[in-house]
C-alpha cells in the first residue's frame, strides 16, 4: 500500500512537471515554434538511433563532406583574394607602363616646343676658354633669376643674333655683361625682359657640345653669321613644325586607345 501510494506520488509529480514545463513553452513561445523545435528535436533523436544502428555511417560521412565543402569554400575565397589583389597591382602597373611615358613624353615636348630648355649656338670666341666659338651651350628657361657670375643668353637691339655672356654686376638700371676673353665690360645694358635663358650648370660649369656648330657658322665679313645650311635647315625645321604637332597628338591618341584596348583584355 505504501509503496503504490509513492509510485502515485511520483507519477503525478512528473506528470504536474510536465505539465507545468509545457504551460511554461508555451507562454513563452509560440505554438507554431513550439510545435517546429519538438519536431526537429524528435527527429535530431531519431536520426541519431537510427545511424548508430549503422555504425555511424551516415553522420561520418556528412561530417566529411561538410569538411571537403569548407576546404573547397576557404580555397575559392583565397583565390578570390589573390585574383583581387593581382588586379589592383595590375591596374597600378598599367597606369604605371601607359600613363607615365605620356606623361613624360608630353612633359618633354612641352619644355622643348617652348624653348624651355634649349641649346644655344656660341657664335663668337668671347667666352673663350669657357666655350669658344662653334660650340652649343645648354640653356633653361624655367627659372631664370640672373645672379652675378652666371652665363646668360640674352638679346639687344645692336647685335644681329643673342649673345651668351656672363653676368658681371646688376643694378637698379639692368644688368651688365662681360664676355670671359674681353677685357672690359659690355656697353650694353641688359633689362630683364631681353634676357632668353640661363645656361644650365653643373658644379659651377656649363654643358657643352664642342665643335658642333662649326658646320652652320661663316665668317662674319660675309655679312651674316649663320650659314646657307643653317637657313635652310630652320626653314625646314619651321615647315613641319605644325605638322610634327599634328602627327605627336594622333601617336598620342593611337597608344591610348590600344593601352586602353589591352587593359579591357
Keep these: ?35 517546429t523545435w519538438h519536431v526537429l528535436l524528435f527527429v535530431m533523436v531519431f536520426a541519431i538511433y537510427y545511424d548508430s544502428r549503422h555504425d555511424f555511417k551516415k553522420s561520418t560521412n556528412i561530417i566529411a563532406r561538410a569538411i571537403i565543402w569548407n576546404k573547397k569554400y576557404r580555397y575559392r575565397n583565397k583565390v578570390n ?37 634649349f641649346f644655344a649656338i656660341v657664335s663668337s670666341g668671347s667666352m673663350e676658354p669657357t666655350f669658344k666659338k662653334g660650340d652649343l651651350v645648354l640653356m633653361q628657361n624655367l627659372v631664370v633669376q640672373p645672379e652675378i657670375n652666371d652665363i646668360i643668353i640674352f638679346k639687344i637691339p645692336q647685335e644681329m643674333v643673342p649673345i651668351t655672356h656672363r653676368v658681371y654686376s646688376i643694378s637698379d638700371n639692368g644688368i651688365k655683361t662681360k664676355g ?31 665643335d658642333v656648330a662649326n658646320y652652320f657658322l661663316i665668317e662674319a665679313k660675309s655679312g651674316q653669321v649663320y650659314g646657307p645650311e643653317y637657313n635652310a635647315i630652320a626653314k625646314v625645321i619651321k615647315g613641319i613644325k605644325l605638322m610634327g604637332s599634328i602627327i605627336f597628338i594622333i601617336c598620342v591618341v593611337l597608344y591610348l586607345m590600344l593601352s586602353i584596348r589591352v587593359i579591357r583584355r
Design 1 to 35: 500500500m505504501m509503496i503504490t501510494m509513492m509510485i502515485t506520488m511520483m507519477i503525478t509529480a512528473i506528470i504536474t512537471a510536465a505539465i507545468r514545463y509545457i504551460a511554461w513553452q508555451i507562454s513563452i513561445l509560440r505554438i507554431y515554434s513550439y510545435i
Design 81 to 117: 583574394n589573390t585574383l583581387a589583389k593581382y588586379h589592383e597591382s595590375a591596374k597600378k602597373s598599367y597606369f604605371s607602363e601607359i600613363f607615365l611615358p605620356i606623361i613624360t613624353v608630353v612633359f618633354i615636348a612641352f619644355i622643348l616646343s617652348n624653348h624651355l630648355i
Design 180 to 210: 670671359d676673353a674681353n677685357p672690359r665690360v659690355d656697353s650694353w645694358v641688359v633689362h630683364n625682359d631681353q634676357v632668353l635663358g640661363k645656361a644650365v650648370m653643373i658644379k659651377d660649369k656649363p654643358i657643352v657640345i664642342k
